[in-house]
């Protein structure tokens, strides 16, 4: 069974930077796609960023552009966000996933435990 394990998060002040990292528990290439959504209280979970794994293009959600960066290290078999200039409505549980293709059983879409971003001053 596939597992993506994230690291970072926490509490971070208006105006700071934080990073997110993802490994998955096999080979990135296993992935078409990975990317970060995230689930702020009373709110839907909506996708924050994504890449593909082997061209590396990337996707973000408008409220994001010009402050998140998401990249790919296809040798250190993670995929990392990097967020700056965090806002107070960045706050939420941060869940990163991963999309593979299976031939017989199609696509199917994975999921970490989620970490917690806290942006507060």
């Known amino acids: 069974q596939v597992q993506l394990v994230e690291s970072g998060g926490g509490l971070v002040q208006p105006g700071g930077t934080m990073r997110l990292s993802c490994t998955p528990s096999?080979?990135?290439?296993?992935?078409?796609?990975m990317g970060w959504y995230r689930q702020a209280p009373g709110k839907q979970r909506e996708l924050v960023a994504s890449?593909?794994?082997?061209?590396?293009?990337?996707n973000y959600a408008d409220s994001v552009k010009g402050r998140f960066t998401i990249s790919r290290d296809n040798a250190k078999n993670t995929v990392s966000l990097r967020m700056s200039f965090l806002k107070p409505e960045d706050t939420a549980v941060y869940y990163c996933?991963?999309?593979?293709?299976?031939?017989?059983?199609?696509?199917?879409?994975?999921w970490g435990q989620g970490t917690q971003v806290t942006v507060s001053s």
């Open positions: 096999g080979n990135i290439f296993d992935f078409y796609a």
């Open positions: 890449v593909t794994i082997a061209g590396g293009d990337t």
């Open positions: 996933y991963g999309k593979t293709f299976h031939p017989v059983s199609g696509r199917t879409d994975h």
